[in-house]
């Protein structure tokens, strides 16, 4: 098993680009979310999926698109990209949130800049 | 509002030395508290999960508490090893009265050093 893949690992965009940051897990897990981290700063939840065609709003969605074709794979998009989007994202998944012991595994993370 | 506090915000201990980190947390109801270390440029990894019932749970040095009445939980390592140097994520699964989970709630972190 993979686990949680990301890609890119890092990347440089000007303001008022997009792009698509990709995630994918081979472990058939049903919950998907997006995490972005700043310095100082707890992850705070940018979009989340409960399942295939299902997504959701998190704490900090405003600028970001997700969607959810398949269980094993959940892009997340940036529109138009602005400097204060410059964070490392996180993606994650797990079997659910149904169940109090159901451990949430994280890829390694996007570096993203934006200038 | 949900909050998950940590503290300290960072720790410098010698190799082979304990300490403990602390997390307090006004989420209530809760369904479940964990720990997380995080290495640096990398993403989190799960120590230990305890249910709002639990009082404590081991993952080889590491050991966690939790008091549901005072809403804190410790992490406490140790005999405390270089690779221990990370930093350390409690985080906080509501519930509402309905049972249903929500998302996690995180807190900063604590950042540990271990020298040697």
């Known amino acids: 098993n993979a686990g949680v893949t990301q890609t890119p690992k890092f990347q440089v965009l000007k303001t008022g680009q997009s792009m698509t940051l990709q995630c994918a897990q081979d472990?058939?897990?049903?919950?998907m979310s997006w995490y972005r981290q700043d310095p100082g700063m707890g992850l705070r939840l940018i979009h989340y999926?409960?399942?295939?065609?299902?997504?959701d709003q998190g704490e900090v969605p405003n600028g970001y698109n997700v969607s959810r074709s398949t269980t094993e794979d959940f892009p997340l998009r940036l529109l138009s990209a602005a400097p204060s989007q410059t964070s490392v994202y996180f993606c994650?998944?797990?079997?659910?949130?149904?169940?109090?012991?159901?451990?949430?595994?994280f890829g390694p993370g996007t570096r993203l800049t934006v200038l | 509002k949900n909050q998950v506090e940590q503290s300290p915000q960072s720790l410098i201990i010698l190799e082979g030395k304990n300490c403990t980190l602390q997390?307090?947390?006004?989420?209530?109801?809760?369904?479940?508290l964990r720990w997380y270390k995080q290495d640096t440029g990398r993403g989190p990894v799960s120590l230990t999960i305890m249910t709002f019932s639990e009082n404590t749970k081991s993952n080889g040095r590491y050991t966690a508490t939790l008091d549901a009445d005072t809403k804190q939980s410790s992490l406490h390592i140790t005999a405390s090893q270089l690779s221990d140097s990370a930093s350390y994520i409690c985080?906080?699964?509501?519930?509402?009265?309905?049972?249903?989970?929500?998302?996690?709630?995180f807190g900063k972190g604590t950042k540990l050093s271990v020298k040697p």
């Open positions: 997390c307090n947390y006004t989420v209530s109801p809760f369904s479940n």
């Open positions: 999926s409960v399942g295939a065609g299902i997504t």
């Open positions: 472990m058939n897990h049903e919950y």
């Open positions: 994650a998944s797990s079997y659910s949130i149904g169940s109090p012991y159901n451990e949430q595994f």
């Open positions: 985080v906080v699964t509501p519930r509402d009265y309905g049972g249903s989970q929500g998302n996690l709630i």
